[in-house]
Every structure is written in C-alpha cells, then in structure tokens.
C-alpha cells in the first residue's frame, strides 16, 4: 500500500514535471527594422540550444535612443481550415517596465522573456538591445494554445512611428 502511495506520487511528480517540458518547436525566426540609421539587427538566429529545443536570439545595435515604443504581439494559428488571430496584444513597452498592472497579459509575456534580455529597465534606451537564447514553453503563455502550427509577430513602433522593428516568428506546438 505505501508502496503503491510512493509510486503514484513519483507519477504525479513526472507529469508534473513534463509540463516544463519543450513543447515548442521554431522553424522560422526573423528580424527587420525599416530605418537603418535607427537601428541595425547584428544577431537575428535561430539554434539548437538543446536537444528538441530550439531557441532565438537576436542583437539590435541601437544609433538613437529609444524614448516611446508601442508594441504589438500577434499571433495567428494556422492549422485551422481558416488561420485565425489568437491573440493580438498592444501595449507601451516603456510603460510596462515602469511596472503598469493593468498591461497584464503584456506582463506575462515579459516574464516569460525577461531573463533572457536587456530590455528591462525604463525608457530612454541609449544603448543596444539583446536577447540571448531564448526558450519557450506553453504553459506560461497568456492565451489559449491548441496542438498545431503558429506564426508570431511582434512589432515595435519606436518614437511614434520613426523606426518599425518587426520580430517574425512561425512553429508548432505539440
Ligand atoms: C519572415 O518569414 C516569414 C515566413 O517565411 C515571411 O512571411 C515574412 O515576410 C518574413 N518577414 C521578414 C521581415 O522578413
Ligand atoms: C546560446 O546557445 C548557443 C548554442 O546554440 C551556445 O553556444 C551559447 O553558449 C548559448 N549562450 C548562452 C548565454 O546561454
Ligand atoms: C491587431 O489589432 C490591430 C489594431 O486593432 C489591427 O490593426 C491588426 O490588423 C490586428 N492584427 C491581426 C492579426 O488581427
Ligand atoms: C537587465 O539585464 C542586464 C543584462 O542581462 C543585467 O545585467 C541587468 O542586471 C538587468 N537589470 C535589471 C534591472 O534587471
């Protein structure tokens, strides 16, 4: 019996635990920036940081300083008979670091990312802007996330309209 209690908790522990498991897999990453005497990518890739696990970075050499940066996060789920948007986010990346709360599911996908880059502190940015192998998993995102396949795009809008970063993303969930 208390052999039975320790094995049903050892499988509770590893369905647990499957949960951070990789459930994600990239298969297209890419970057843009519409003024490139604002702002120039050096890094826009895509590796194998594990095993089944891809990851992204990316590393933007910034010329001007970031005062405003309104963003945009899109995401359209493609294995439908007819893709449709799952989510599309917008809210003001400088206010959010300020630590807003009403910018919640904002706040959530930053949490997600917030370890991985430099981009955590308050406008103004007069410095470059990275991200270093970034790694996603399912259960941490603020919207619903059916098997199948997704493309992201997040996009900001830096100094009103000056300089447009786009951060393209497309995979699958499993
Ligand atoms: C990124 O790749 C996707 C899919 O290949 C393509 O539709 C999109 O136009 C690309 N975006 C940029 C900025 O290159
Ligand atoms: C990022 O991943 C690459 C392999 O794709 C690895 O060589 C590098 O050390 C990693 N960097 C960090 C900061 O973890
Ligand atoms: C997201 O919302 C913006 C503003 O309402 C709209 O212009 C854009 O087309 C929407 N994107 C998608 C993929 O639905
Ligand atoms: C922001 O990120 C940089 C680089 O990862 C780190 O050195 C710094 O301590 C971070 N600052 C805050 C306020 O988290």
Known sequence: MIWATILLECLIILSTCQKVKPDIDIKWFNCSTDNKAFSRFEVCSLNSYRKNQQSFSYYVKMMK?????????????LSAPKPFTLA??????????????????ARRLFDIIGKYTNFNHTCPYAHDVFATNITLVTDKLPFPTPHGKYSVKISFYVNGRTNTIVLGLGGRIF
């Open 65 to 77: 300083t970031v005062t405003h940066c309104d963003t945009r996060v899109e995401v359209i789920y």
């Open 88 to 105: 599309n986010i917008s809210f003001d990346a400088c206010e959010l670091l300020k630590g807003r709360k009403r910018f919640v599911a």
